[in-house]
């Protein structure tokens, strides 16, 4: 047996996040991949980014900071391997390759700024077809701080795939207009027939924080009726209860109800009553990336 450490930075518009994976390999069977940390900061890139255009000194400041912190732990971990990916707000931003220029200067990690198109062909190297049926019609819906990409599979294989301006940070700054979401109604329209058998995979923080807050077990899916009533009833306190009675981290506690609005439109317009949660994302498909190439 042996054991190799692999790790993904996502540099998402919300919070920046470190995955360190064991890859276990053994003769003659399946290579295991197994987590083994996960580490959120806080560093809202998108607020910068969607409203002013760049990012500012302040959160380059902590952004190097972060990296220099998450190299340190990757040198503790012993990690051999390793992959950093942006997303919407360094994409967005006007400064993003000097932002990128200036983290690898000051803490030596490689930061990739990635297209949409990029993003969901990342996302699709996970286990997600490990949860694919055949003969139903699946939207997986990964919702982020600045976009939401959205892929439809068909008879077990990726049929179409997009990235739409809707993201969480993005909603809640007011930058996300009545024609955007007409555009991605059209679009699961265009592609999901009427009637399909269809349902949601979804991912990100918020909708595993979600089902976590459902008291579901691990691979029970929520349903639309239930998300429907969730979103309601997180829509009618204010962030400061959000915090203190549902005990939501202060980054999650505003973003978490824009999040649901997005789940709950992609099924009404798809049609679907399911939403599973497999609890895998970006970082995950960055592990399987730098493992097979």
């Known amino acids: 047996m042996k054991i190799r450490k692999f790790a993904a930075i996502d540099i998402g518009s919300n919070a920046i996040r470190l995955l360190v994976n064991n890859v276990i390999e053994q003769a003659e069977k399946p290579t295991i991949f197994k987590k083994s940390e996960i580490i959120r900061v806080p560093v809202r890139l998108g607020e910068d980014a969607f409203t002013k255009g760049e990012i500012s000194e302040n959160s380059l400041k902590r952004l190097i900071k972060t990296m220099k912190s998450f190299d340190l732990l990757m040198q503790v971990y012993g990690v051999e391997k390793y992959m950093a990916c942006a997303t919407s707000a360094l994409r967005e931003a006007k400064n993003g390759a000097e932002v990128v220029e200036k983290v690898f200067k000051e803490s030596g990690v490689k930061?990739?700024?990635?297209?949409?198109?990029?993003?969901?062909?990342?996302?699709?190297?996970?286990?997600?077809?490990?949860?694919?049926?055949?003969?139903?019609?699946?939207?997986?819906?990964?919702?982020?701080?600045?976009?939401?990409?959205?892929?439809?599979?068909?008879?077990?294989n990726v049929l179409v795939s997009k990235s739409f301006k809707i993201g969480t940070v993005r909603i809640l700054n007011g930058?996300?207009?009545?024609?955007?979401?007409?555009?991605?109604?059209?679009?699961?329209?265009?592609?999901?027939?009427?009637?399909?058998?269809?349902?949601?995979?979804?991912?990100?923080g918020n909708i595993n924080k979600l089902?976590?807050?459902?008291?579901?077990?691990?691979?029970?899916?929520?349903?639309?009726?239930?998300?429907?009533?969730?979103?309601?009833?997180?829509?009618?306190?204010?962030?400061?209860?959000?915090?203190?009675?549902?005990?939501?981290?202060?980054?999650?506690?505003?973003?978490?109800?824009?999040?649901?609005?997005?789940?709950?439109?992609?099924?009404?317009?798809?049609?679907?009553?399911k939403i599973h949660v497999p609890k895998i994302g970006l970082s995950d498909g960055m592990i399987k990336t730098l493992y097979y190439q």
């Open 111 to 156: 930061i990739e700024i990635i297209d949409g198109k990029r993003e969901a062909s990342i996302i699709a190297s996970t286990d997600l077809k490990e949860l694919i049926k055949k003969d139903k019609i699946y939207l997986y819906v990964d919702v982020g701080g600045g976009s939401t990409e959205f892929t439809i599979f068909k008879d077990g």
């Open 175 to 204: 930058l996300v207009n009545d024609s955007v979401w007409q555009q991605l109604q059209g679009w699961i329209k265009e592609h999901i027939p009427a009637n399909s058998k269809v349902e949601i995979i979804g991912s990100g």
């Open 211 to 273: 089902h976590k807050m459902s008291g579901r077990k691990v691979g029970q899916p929520l349903s639309y009726i239930w998300l429907n009533a969730q979103y309601h009833f997180l829509n009618s306190m204010d962030y400061d209860d959000r915090i203190s009675e549902l005990g939501l981290n202060q980054d999650r506690a505003d973003v978490i109800v824009p999040a649901t609005k997005i789940f709950l439109s992609a099924a009404k317009w798809s049609g679907a009553k």
